[in-house]
């Protein structure tokens, strides 16, 4: 078909050329170009070739062309479609696929084909770029040539400047356009052609044999393996360095050669005395991966492991080997290399790591002899398990070698005398050995056997652990396995006995093991007391669980057995009897043998599992509930058991008991104590176990005091002083009461059971005499949420007054409506604060602490203020109680000027009394201060004077301000002007208190001191009013401005028509009722205005619009009106505009829940 490809600027075409010329592809310019870079294009065409080896099922390559903008390279295929059978004379279609593209870091200028899958690359700065081009292209070399002078010219400069010369914000444009190299670099033959300015050069790819060969006459023998490995692999390099892409065929090619490079290089390095261990290491590394790599195991185990052993470096060689065999890389060691690889760990005291790695290994590999007689000598028992299991077969064996491993042992429980400690820790892998074993499991790395070679593994392992006689072994040998010295007879059982004197709880640990294998299951219907005791190389029936019970029953029963050995049996027979009740059967007089020893073990460490073990074996048997039997309980602190006895004896007083002795688990008597006493029991019982409660309180409440207090409070509150009698310690009784009376909120709010009224009233007055106690502050708080009569003052009030609690006894006075003796005694607190704070003040001078004068004088003086406070509190309160009395009274009263102390109501008794002694408490410490020759740093009249005219701001805004009721809500009606009582209350109280002063007051100076300060309080308060006024009268002017500012400026409308009905709602067009309303709307504000003007007192003509008196009035009829009212419009603050009767229309969804409108477009507000 002749195919041709032209580039352009920013178009790629192909062309046939026969039988007439015709497009076959175009692709546009990538967009991804470097901006800014130098323009140029260049391409080259591969053809189709045929193949020497068939790729994909096709003989003939296809046809290749690679194109280049700038920096951009791509490869395009061309796969010739098939011909149509029907017309022979029409041309085959042509597919193109951009298969492959590669982005090179500058302007390439020109590209060749130097073989079918290798590309050359020219550069813009003359560096030659070598890719291959495999499922994607990657670089393979570089090369720069700028020393040979590539020939090149400026061909397209003058064609293509307008292409280069565009804005400089477009994204694609070019800097240059680069000269031509098209014609300076050629290929042919795989052969690459540089033409320089005065010469022409020729040159070939390097290939992999050649690049190897470098490498190492460069010394880097080690690189030259890593890239042998990569062209093993085909990772790197394939057709580019001359290597076929069959993978067969490079392995023979590459392999052969990278073998003797691994010769070379170990003989070489090993028998350097200068190359280091870190080099020697690094050549292992590569010579362990290229060995695996080309499955060379034999050569990395033969050939080069004898290169180290000759140069001694054996060591780095087995610490390499370990990390392959782990990940089961290397599955095999010959004979020589395991002897060597276990002197080695042997050496380093790394057996436990040395057996890992031989049980990773095949044992079919082993030589048997040298293995056994390795891991004997370094008793590398696991390993020795491992391999006899696996390579032989034979189970028994191991376990012989591990019998006379136990012999040698002479004390019993498995603290035997050994020679060397690492053989006690190797005869204890006998049980894990038999664990797995009787389960169906491979030791040592547990995995599962198929069924058949498991039965016979555990039928061989059962014959030979519970064999009566000694046995021979192996097979049609006359060596017998014997656990005592010769002339010694052997007893019964022999194995079986070896191994329980030598460690019985790891033995019945195993055993539990083997009970849980189904395997134990058949073979049932047997009696139960046969024993089977046939050869061992004769046939028998399988063990039963019933079968080894009783073997181990007889054994143990005899003498040469301790105690703390048979309890294992016990725990053992104890916790399997529940698990199989179906396969074990023991009589009653053994399960109380069992029982009774269960609850005599001497053994501290293992009481819990004793009692664990009654627990499982009472769950099966359950025996007669005597005291003899709770007696071994209770002498074995069997807790857990007596509590479950006691429970289903419903016992529970002894129930309670036993929780309260134990001192593990002592928070679940609440429970079982709930349960007990929620049950229908007689009232003897109920009153035993109310008694106990009582008697054990103080226990009781020192596990859980909210349960505690729930408990009697639900379930007997008739005991509740008696309980709290039983608490010796009086914090322990506050701390009760507390959480009775005043439970938490989050408690309070969980509780099912509410404080009644009579428990409250019953054990206040307790509470607050142990609050005056431990908790004084909190007093006047809880005296505050009594009702008037819930306490007894002939009670209370002693203990508070001894603790100095004068707040709460003026509160528990006031509500029983005793203000005068409330008064009474808060006048005489405050003079004792008074003289104590005089006569700290006196003694100031004699005293040098300045810093515990200032401390106790802030003190006291805090005191003062909160108990004036609290006496202003007082007065206040009986003033709104005398105001709400009098209000429904008729009241008459004498002249002020007349009135006497006797006279005054008890609210102004009390003012009068609270004046006084304020004014008093400031002349005294004033007094005071001035006696002294120096004034002091903290001035203590500061706190007095301040009280004085704290006390006289109260009186007067009391005596001068209605008082409403504290129901009165905020939007009721103004208040009413003060009556004529409190009008006259304040003068009696000012003249009665000047009369007091005057005679107290021995010349006419100190009475002016006194009125001083009470004017002072006056001045204050005329001060606090006018800067306050100041500072609302400008927040306010702020405010008004800001509203008249957006009042003024309005809102404007968006559009001129309604947003729901789209008819005009206002400015032109709108209709001429909008005009006449607007005119009839300013006539009568024009007539409001003159009326104001004119002063006239006559009002507008009703509802109806139009002029008042004296002006012309303007009808509206109702059909006017009407068409007024549709005509009104609702604007809103997002400027939306509806008519009001469309709002209306749209019902709640443009109304508010509050009343008005919202806009039903935004939700916006009107």
């Known amino acids: ?301 033969d050939e080069a492991y004898d290169y180290y052993k000759e140069g001694r470096e054996t060591d780095i060689f087995i610490d390499t080997l370990e990390s392959y065999v782990m990940e089961g890389d290397i599955k095999a060691l010959p004979p020589l290399l395991v002897k060597d690889a276990v002197d080695y760990y042997a050496s380093t005291h790394r057996e436990t790591r040395l057996e890992e790695l031989l049980c990773r290994l095949e044992a079919h590999a082993f030589d048997i002899d040298q293995v056994t007689k390795l891991c004997k000598q370094h008793l590398l028992y696991d390993a020795l398990i491992y391999v006899w299991n696996q390579a032989l077969a034979d189970w028994i064996t191991p376990l012989t070698e591990l019998f006379s491993l136990i012999r040698q042992q002479n004390l019993p429980n498995g603290t035997g005398d050994y020679d060397h400690e690492d053989k006690l820790d190797a005869a204890m892998k006998t049980f894990p050995y038999l664990a797995f074993s009787l389960t169906g499991r491979l030791y040592p790395n547990g995995e599962l056997m198929d069924e058949e070679q498991a039965d016979i593994v555990r039928k061989d392992m059962y014959k030979m652990l519970f064999s009566a006689h000694t046995h021979t072994w192996p097979p049609g040998s006359n060596t017998k396995v014997q656990i005592v010295p010769e002339g010694q007879g052997e007893p019964a059982f022999p194995y079986l006995r070896l191994l329980l004197h030598f460690d019985t709880p790891n033995f019945m640990s195993m055993m539990n093991e083997a009970f849980e294998d189904p395997y134990l299951n058949s073979n049932q219907d047997q009696d139960y007391d046969e024993t089977p005791l046939p050869p061992i190389n004769g046939s028998v029936s399988k063990m039963t669980r019933q079968q080894i019970i009783s073997i181990l029953l007889e054994i143990m029963s005899a003498d040469d057995f301790e105690p703390s050995q048979t309890i294992y049996l016990d725990m053992f027979i104890a916790r399997s009897l529940p698990k199989y009740p179906q396969f074990l ?80 688990d002592r928070v679940e008597v609440f429970r079982d104590i709930d349960n007990c006493l929620r049950a229908e029991l007689g009232i003897k019982q109920r009153r035993s176990v109310e008694d106990l409660i009582c008697a054990r309180a103080q226990e009781l409440v020192f596990i859980d005091l909210r349960q505690a207090v729930h408990t009697v409070q639900r379930y007997m509150p008739s005991k509740l002083e008696e309980y709290l009698e039983s608490l010796q310690e009086s914090r322990l009784q506050y701390a009760f009461l507390q959480e009775l009376l005043e439970p938490d909120a ?70 029983d409506g005793l203000a005068r003796e409330a008064m009474d005694r808060l006048v005489k607190h405050i003079q004792s604060l008074t003289k104590a704070l005089c006569s700290l003040i006196d003694s100031s001078a004699d005293s040098p602490d300045v810093f515990g004068f200032d401390v106790a004088v802030k003190d006291l003086s805090a005191d003062l203020e909160k108990y004036t406070k609290l006496g202003i509190w007082l007065c206040q309160g009986q003033t709104r109680i005398s105001d709400s009395s009098s209000s429904s009274l008729p009241h008459s009263r004498k002249r002020y000027q007349e009135i006497t102390e006797n006279e005054l109501t008890l609210d102004e008794y009390l003012w009068l009394t609270l004046v006084d002694l304020s004014v008093s408490v400031s002349k005294s410490v004033s007094t005071s201060v001035a006696s002294l020759h120096s004034p002091p740093c903290t001035n203590p009249s500061t706190v007095p004077r301040s009280l004085v005219q704290q006390v006289f701001t109260a009186l007067l805004t009391s005596t001068t301000t209605p008082s409403l009721p504290n129901s009165t809500p905020a939007t009721a009606r103004p208040a009413p002007p003060p009556s004529k009582r409190k009008e006259s209350s304040f003068l009696p109280i000012f003249r009665l208190f000047l009369t007091r002063a005057a005679l107290s007051a021995p010349s006419l100076s100190d009475l002016r001191a006194v009125l001083l300060d009470i004017f002072s309080a006056y001045a204050y308060e005329s001060d606090v009013l006018a800067l306050a006024s100041q500072l609302l009268d400008r927040d306010a002017f702020d405010e008004i401005s800001l509203v008249h500012g957006k009042r003024q400026q309005g809102w404007r409308p968006r559009s001129q028509v309604c947003e729901r009905c789209k008819r005009r709602a206002w400015g032109p067009g709108s209709g001429e009722a909008v005009w006449e309303a607007w005119v009839d709307r300013e006539t009568e504000r024009g007539v409001r205005k003159r009326k104001r003007v004119e002063g006239t007192a006559e009002e507008g003509s009703g509802k109806g619009k139009g002029r008042g008196a004296g002006g012309t009035v303007v009808e509206v009829d109702e059909r006017d009106r009407e068409e007024r009212k549709r005509l009104e419009v609702v604007v809103f603050a997002c400027r939306h505009v509806y008519h009001r009767h469309c709002l209306d229309e749209m019902g709640e969804g443009a109304r508010k829940e509050e009343g008005g409108y919202k806009c039903p477009g935004c939700e916006g507000g009107a």
């Not at 769950?619 to 007596?642: D, G, M, Q, W």
Request: aromatic residues 8%; charged residues 25%; proline residues 3%.
């Open 585 to 664: 059967i023991l009589s009653g007089s053994a399960l109380q043998q069992i029982l009774h020893r269960l609850c005599s073990a001497e053994d501290e460490d293992l009481s819990d599992e004793c009692q664990l073990s009654v627990e499982y074996l009472l769950s099966v048997y359950h025996p007669p509930v005597t005291e003899n039997f709770i007696k071994a309980l209770h002498h074995a602190r069997f807790y857990r058991v007596l509590k479950s006895t006691y429970r289903s004896e419903r016992r529970y007083v002894d129930l309670i008991s036993t929780f309260l002795e134990d001192t593990e």
């Open 746 to 815: 989050s408690q309070k709010a969980k509780a099912d059971t509410v404080t009644s009224k009579e428990i409250m009233t019953q054990l206040s007055d307790r509470y607050i005499q142990l609050m005056c106690a431990h908790d004084p502050t909190h007093v006047s708080d809880f005296v505050s949420t009594l009702d008037s009569g819930d306490l007894h003052l002939d009670k209370v009030l002693p203990a508070i007054e001894k603790n100095g609690v004068v707040d709460a006894a003026v509160l528990l006075l006031t509500k």
């Open 1 to 301: 078909m002749g195919l041709t490809a032209l580039l352009t600027p920013y178009l790629l075409v192909v062309v046939s050329t026969t039988p007439i010329a015709q497009t076959q592809h175009k692709a546009s310019r990538p967009k991804d170009i470097m901006p800014h870079g130098a323009m140029s294009a260049c391409l080259a065409w591969f053809p189709a070739v045929k193949l020497k080896s068939p790729v994909q099922g096709k003989d003939v390559s296809e046809t290749k062309l690679v194109y280049c903008w700038s920096d951009v390279l791509t490869v395009l295929d061309v796969e010739v479609g098939p011909l149509d059978p029907n017309d022979k004379d029409k041309q085959p279609g042509l597919f193109f696929k951009s298969r492959a593209r590669w982005k090179c870091e500058e302007a390439i200028v020109a590209v060749q084909w130097l073989s079918r899958s290798v590309v050359g690359v020219l550069t813009i700065s003359q560096r030659l770029v070598i890719l291959e081009d495999g499922n994607d292209l990657h670089v393979m070399d570089s090369v720069d040539l700028i020393k040979m002078h590539i020939f090149h010219r400026d061909f397209f400069s003058k064609q293509l400047h307008t292409v280069v010369e565009q804005e400089e914000n477009e994204a694609d444009i070019h800097g240059v356009v680069a000269d031509a190299f098209y014609m300076s670099f050629k290929s042919y033959k795989g052969r690459a052609f540089l033409m320089g300015f005065s010469d022409v050069s020729v040159g070939t790819l390097s290939n992999w044999a050649d690049r190897l060969s470098a490498l190492v006459e460069h010394g880097d023998d080690i690189a030259a393996i890593q890239l042998g490995v990569a062209y093993y692999k085909g990772s790197t390099g394939k057709v580019s360095v001359g290597l076929p892409e069959d993978d067969g065929s490079r392995h023979d090619m590459v392999r052969e050669r990278l073998l003797e490079l691994l010769q070379a290089s170990l003989k070489y390095r090993l028998s350097d005395q200068e190359s280091g261990d870190n080099r020697i290491q690094a050549l292992t590394d590569e010579c362990f991966n290229a060995c695996l790599t080309m499955d060379e195991v034999d050569f990395l185990l």
